[in-house]
């Protein structure tokens, strides 16, 4: 359901400089929510537990936030995103029955999002975007989880840029200074992707260029959506193939 108003491709910039895309992963990329209920929906089986593992992602995926402001705020060292899920996964395991895994049974558990898959448009809206852009990933996932996830579900990668890399978590800037470094680019030559606004403004305010995906069913059918205001962005697009489309030409 949108809160705002109609989504339409738009975009009044010129993109002749834009030399590399840079991408958010989780939600933009890949549906990690049916993946990792997915996940859960298995294991259950296997153990005879049954739960709501729609809810489970929810819950996982919920505490994402929280542990990485405790890394922010030194309560916690700087930590991977691994280790951030497999200190959420342990908070969660009693809720759901699964407090007779074994430690091999946690581990393949916590490297679910290892194995997400993405969203339908993904994989052909990407080599559309090769052809003319450098394309990697930018995520707050560590670069084992990247690497594996892509070489899992064959997302075409130039390369893989993660927050790992500044040991910072986006929005900070210093995870969008450091991937236009390492690509050897000014900021304003690179284009940040992604379906939260959080992310993009933290990429505008360093002088990224943003280009926003409507992902309508990240959080399910039903979530309510906050479509950012018209023109917040320099695209606002509703699939990788849309956003090809204005950008390869």
Same mark, same amino acid.
């Given at each position: ?7 339409? $491709? ?9 030399? &590399? ?11 990690? *929510?049916?993946?990792? $209920? !997915? ?21 996982? *995926? ?7 402001? *405790?890394? *922010?705020?030194? /309560?916690? =060292?700087?930590?991977? @995103?691994?280790?951030?899920? %497999?200190m959420i ?10 407090? #007779? ?13 290892? !194995?997400?898959?993405p969203w339908? #448009?993904?994989?052909?809206?990407? /080599?559309?975007? %090769? ?23 064959? @997302? =075409?990668? #130039?390369?893989?840029?993660? &927050? /790992?890399?500044?040991? +910072? ?39 990224m260029r943003?280009?926003?995906? +409507? %992902? =309508? ?8 959506? #906050?479509?950012? =205001? ?11 193939? /849309?956003? $090809? ?5």
């Open positions: 359901m949108l809160n705002s108003h109609p989504l339409e $491709a738009s975009g009044l910039n010129n993109f002749a400089d834009i030399e &590399a895309l840079t991408f958010d992963v989780f939600g933009t990329v890949v549906d990690w *929510r049916n993946c990792i $209920a !997915r996940e859960g929906r298995l294991l259950g089986e296997t153990k005879g537990i049954a739960s709501n593992w729609e809810q489970f992602a929810d819950d996982w *995926r919920g505490g994402y936030e929280p542990a990485m402001n *405790r890394v *922010r705020n030194g /309560e916690l =060292p700087w930590a991977s @995103i691994d280790t951030l899920h %497999r996964l342990d908070e969660l395991l009693d809720k759901y029955g699964l407090y #007779d895994l074994t430690e091999e049974e946690k581990s393949l558990l916590n490297k679910a999002w290892h !194995r997400l898959e339908h #448009d993904v994989l052909e809206g990407l /080599e559309q975007l %090769r052809s003319r852009f450098i394309v990697a990933a930018l995520s707050n996932g560590n670069i084992a989880l990247l690497t594996n996830m892509a070489k899992h579900s064959n @997302i =075409p990668w #130039d390369c893989i840029l993660s &927050a /790992e890399l500044s040991k +910072h978590y986006k929005p900070d800037p210093e995870v969008y200074l450091t991937a236009a470094e390492l690509l050897g680019l000014t900021p304003d030559k690179v284009m940040m992707v992604a379906a939260h606004p959080h992310d993009l403004n933290g990429a505008k305010a360093i002088g943003t280009a926003f995906v +409507h %992902r =309508p069913l990240e959080f399910g059918i039903g979530q309510v959506v #906050d479509l950012p =205001p018209k023109n917040q962005f320099d695209l606002s697009v509703c699939n990788f193939i /849309e956003l $090809a489309k204005a950008l390869v030409y």
